[in-house]
């Protein structure tokens, strides 16, 4: 309980993560993954299922459910006090650890469970991908035109290129990047290791983008515990705090876009290291949400981690790769790792888990204090920034 007292951000803390497989899962849909994830999170964080009093969950594109959290819970067989869904495209991830850490800091829960599941690649049809493909452009302004989603990106990778001059090999560069760290991945959907030119040769798909810039598509789940840092004193894990949360909304549809090459991320990224009261420079991780090759590059500047236009030169360095100085995607993200749709980035959430805990085997990073996460829904549209940290626990 609060007693009245709301609690600060950094005393909430994750305590527990699961996984199910991932890639292509044949046998278990949307909801089987899902409750797996939550099975999995609460053993790991030494509870039972009655002890949670809050879940949030975003709802599938392949099987949609009205009330999903609901379902979720009827699926488990419990009875929450608090139940929510949430659908902000990729970035809910974030966005619902926040309303998850926001109901233990008000005392409204005490141990919250934040899970995500789909099944894009083993129960998505044809005509139900067409309708989420669709779904993204403004039915007046882009629909009618027929444009994909990576055709959208695909407009923001030319108007990086006319701007700053970055070319189709740099933006190759962050699939390079991934498949290095995939490669160190067991869990991985994809792991082996591709190069610039191996980039460049794959199949065209929206000018300037190729096969290999774009996410690949799975299945998958995950799901994570949090509670207040007293009640995990009595929990087996090392507590994970939250040091640090920012959102930014700068348009739905991309034709309303005022500026193409920076994104909402600069406005989330200096809430979340305002809160945080850090920098760039302090952050030892990151796991962006890296959909398509531009978006990856755009973060990178927006969140500071380079000077706006120098994304191709960064990713080109080697920076983001095993050994440099900003690892990036340490599980292999989005490009390579998995990508079953809206839970997308939870992979690096978990990712992050098992970097504080020392868990990621060839790919660990000695002792991280500070890991940044960001994702992004829409197409470049809606952000959330959250950093994570071992420095108060």
Request: aromatic share 6%.
């Amino acid at each position: 309980m609060t007693h009245g007292r709301t609690l600060d951000l950094e005393d909430v803390v994750i305590v527990g993560a699961g996984e199910t497989d991932l890639g292509v899962v044949v046998d278990r849909g949307p909801m089987e993954l899902g409750a797996e994830s939550v099975q999995k999170a609460v053993k790991d964080a030494g509870l039972n299922l009655n002890q949670i009093d809050g879940l949030i969950t975003c709802n599938s594109l392949v099987h949609p459910v009205m009330y999903h959290a609901e379902a979720t819970a009827e699926y488990l067989g419990i009875e929450p006090r608090h139940c929510m869904a949430v659908g902000t495209g990729g970035g809910t991830t974030f966005t619902a650890i926040r309303y998850a850490a926001a109901a233990i800091q008000t005392g409204l829960a005490h141990t919250v469970v934040v899970a995500m599941a789909d099944s894009m690649r083993s129960f998505m049809t044809r005509e139900r991908a067409m309708v989420v493909q669709a779904s993204s452009g403004h039915p007046l302004y882009e629909q009618p035109y027929g444009p994909s989603v990576p055709a959208y990106y695909a407009l923001i990778a030319r108007a990086h290129m006319a701007q700053y001059g970055t070319t189709e090999e740099q933006f190759a560069e962050a699939m390079v990047s991934s498949r290095a760290w995939a490669s160190m991945n067991p869990t991985a959907q994809y792991r082996e290791l591709v190069s610039v030119g191996d980039v460049m040769a794959s199949k065209p798909i929206a000018d300037p983008l190729k096969m290999l810039d774009c996410s690949i598509v799975s299945d998958g789940g995950a799901a994570i515990v949090l509670t207040s840092r007293e009640r995990a004193a009595d929990m087996p894990n090392k507590p994970i705090s939250l040091l640090g949360y920012g959102e930014g909304h700068s348009y739905e549809h991309i034709s309303q876009s005022k500026n193409l090459t920076q994104s909402a991320a600069v406005e989330s990224g200096r809430l979340a290291y305002q809160e945080a009261g850090l920098t760039p420079a302090d952050i030892d991780i990151a796991q962006l949400y890296d959909c398509f090759s531009p978006a990856l590059l755009i973060q990178l500047e927006d969140l500071g981690f380079c000077a706006k236009g120098e994304g191709g030169h960064f990713l080109q360095s080697g920076a983001t790769r095993p050994g440099g100085s900003l690892p990036v995607n340490t599980h292999g993200g989005m490009l390579s790792h998995c990508h079953p749709g809206n839970p997308g980035a939870m992979f690096g959430v978990t990712e992050a888990i098992a970097q504080f805990r020392g868990l990621a085997g060839p790919r660990q990073q000695a002792n991280p204090r500070h890991i940044l996460l960001h994702a992004q829904g829409g197409i470049m549209s809606s952000h959330a920034t959250l950093i994570l940290s071992q420095e108060y626990a």
